[in-house]
């Protein structure tokens, strides 16, 4: 028998997801930007123009959304806790994440954005695989009397 369906499940672990996410996005953005002495504001997080190879604060953008990747893979381990349901987080992760930099500041229309996050998404979702599939097959421990 397979796991029923529960939607308010599946929406809090969105939500958890969504929220962890920008929380690790967050402190990588807030830790590199400092280094450059750059402020943090939502513009780096929401703000798709940001993510350009030809800057230096281009590279930190890159570099953290990269950074994402396997912190996201772990966060799915966690929360999803299924290697099938990572592509399916993943790409909601990626898409809600399109949808509110697109409401701050427009649709991105450039490649640097596009490579940055397909790349980011790629990643992620081959390593929650991983990761989850690996979770999967460890042994259940039993007590022995």
Not at 58 to 86: H, T
């Amino acid at each position: 028998m397979g796991a029923q369906f529960d939607p308010t499940m599946i929406t809090l672990q969105i939500v958890a997801m969504q929220c962890l996410y920008y929380a690790v996005l967050g402190l990588l953005l807030g830790m590199l930007r400092s280094l450059w002495g750059l402020d943090l504001s939502l513009d780096a997080l929401f703000h798709a123009r940001l993510i350009n190879v030809g800057t230096a604060e281009g590279w930190i953008q890159i570099m953290s959304l990269l950074a994402c990747a396997p912190v996201g893979s772990l966060l799915l381990c966690i929360v999803v806790e299924r290697a099938k349901k990572c592509l399916d987080f993943t790409a909601t992760l990626h898409l809600l994440h399109l949808l509110f930099c697109t409401y701050h500041s427009g649709f991105p229309l450039h490649w640097d954005y596009w490579a940055a996050t397909g790349t980011s998404f790629v990643a992620m979702v081959l390593l929650g695989e991983f990761l989850c599939s690996r979770r999967e097959l460890q042994d259940i421990p039993v007590l022995s009397i």
